[in-house]
């Protein structure tokens, strides 16, 4: 789950992390009142959506002008004229697609005189099973650029479970960012309470892009990007109380419901498999034959056919889905629950796309007969490789 910047830096504050002082606000009047409690004479305007790369984004709007999603504003109605210009248009940045996402929420903060732009994240590294930081000394890039043309301007140091956060862990940071003096001391306080947010939270991404150094040598977070653990979310109420819905796919909140493991792709082929590993392999051999995968749709060992039936709709709605693959390896899932659902489903929703269905497993030939004596619309397919081939080659055909 992301949390949008301004939360980020509550976060920030109550950690003892030094981030600049600013608030959110979701209207013109409140960007304008927000600006009227902050000294100026700068003022930041900050679209607050879950993209990254606000700053060199673009509105679709021409009204919005031509600025992007980060603006430095120099009087109170610069700060009017611009929160006008953002609110409500949509942004569209390297990370949200063509499709943008519609600025509902701005934070305004107090301006600051930077002397130096750094980079600073934290991540769950699945290849050492440690919490990774990595810094670099090339702040407000992108950081995937930076690996790609200067990998040797990027630090990455594991920390240890077993012993936790040190001192010297802030320190090898510090001098790897060139930090001197009092800066080294700070970036020790800095990574400590950091790591400890991270651990306390159940985080699994924090990245600050940038983390600067200001021009009377203190270090600061200007950005603040936030994704924590679903799977720890049961206990972290507070954390929960911060997600926006409006930035989610309407889609992956309703597979939410059912404890459905959804994800939206590009493609056209909606899928519906049971095990996250048959599902990655169903998108490969889609693609193998020529077609794209519009959705990652994992429906679980043990799903009952409410949950089956839902997930058939989630897949129907969405419009950019030319047909359906279901790819079921029956084991604790029964063959002819996946059957039943598939029909109950098609009973309530209708049939607009090609449906083929591979059943394999616990009460297959009870799942198939199921399936045959329905009188609906449904392709049977004997294996994965006959599968993809026959609802590629019906998707083909209906274009």
């Not at 509550?10 to 992390?17: P, S």
């Not at 997930?311 to 063959?335: E, H, Q, S, W, Y």
Request: glycine share 10%; charged share 25%; hydrophobic share 40%.
């Amino acid at each position: 789950m992301n949390i949008h910047e301004y939360q980020a830096k509550e976060l920030y504050r109550a950690y003892g992390v030094p981030t600049s002082t600013g608030y959110p606000a979701f209207t013109v009047d409140e960007a304008v009142e927000a600006a009227g409690k902050l000294p100026g004479p700068v003022w930041v305007v900050k679209a607050q959506i879950h993209a990254g790369g606000r700053g060199k984004g673009k509105f679709k709007e021409a009204a919005a002008g031509d600025k992007g999603g980060v603006r430095l504003a120099k009087s109170i109605d610069e700060v009017r004229t611009f929160a006008s210009q953002m609110l409500n248009n949509t942004l569209v940045t390297i990370q949200t697609g063509d499709a943008g996402r519609q600025v509902k929420r701005l934070y305004v903060e107090e301006g600051c005189q930077i002397e130096r732009e750094l980079y600073l994240s934290a991540l769950v590294d699945r290849s050492t099973s440690r919490i990774s930081f990595i810094a670099s000394t090339e702040g407000g890039m992108d950081i995937e650029q930076v690996a790609h043309d200067t990998p040797e301007k990027i630090f990455t140091m594991s920390i240890d479970p077993a012993s936790g956060y040190s001192q010297f862990h802030g320190r090898k940071i510090a001098f790897a960012l060139g930090l001197k003096g009092d800066q080294v001391n700070q970036c020790v306080a800095i990574i400590g309470n950091l790591f400890r947010m991270f651990v306390e939270k159940d985080m699994s991404l924090l990245e600050i892009n940038p983390l600067v150094v200001t021009k009377s040598g203190q270090l600061t977070c200007l950005d603040g990007k936030m994704d924590f653990d679903g799977n720890a979310l049961f206990r972290h109420k507070e954390i929960m109380a911060l997600r926006d819905l409006g930035e989610e796919d309407e889609k992956e909140i309703e597979a939410s419901k059912y404890d459905l493991n959804y994800i939206t792709l590009d493609g056209t082929i909606g899928c519906m498999v049971n095990g996250a590993g048959l599902a990655m392999a169903t998108m490969d051999i889609i693609k193998l034959y020529g077609e794209s995968p519009a959705n990652f749709l994992d429906v679980g060992g043990g799903a009952s056919k409410e949950k089956v039936t839902a997930a058939f709709k989630i897949i129907t709605a969405d419009p950019a889905v030319k047909g359906i693959l279901v790819n079921i390896f029956g084991g604790i899932m029964r063959c002819d629950i996946i059957a039943e659902g598939v029909i109950a489903a098609v009973k309530e929703v209708g049939l607009k796309v090609p449906l083929v269905v591979r059943l394999e497993g616990t009460n297959v030939e009870l799942g198939k007969k199921i399936l045959n004596e329905s009188g609906l619309a449904i392709v049977a397919a004997d294996d994965l490789a006959d599968a993809a081939k026959k609802i590629t080659e019906q998707v083909k055909k209906a274009a």
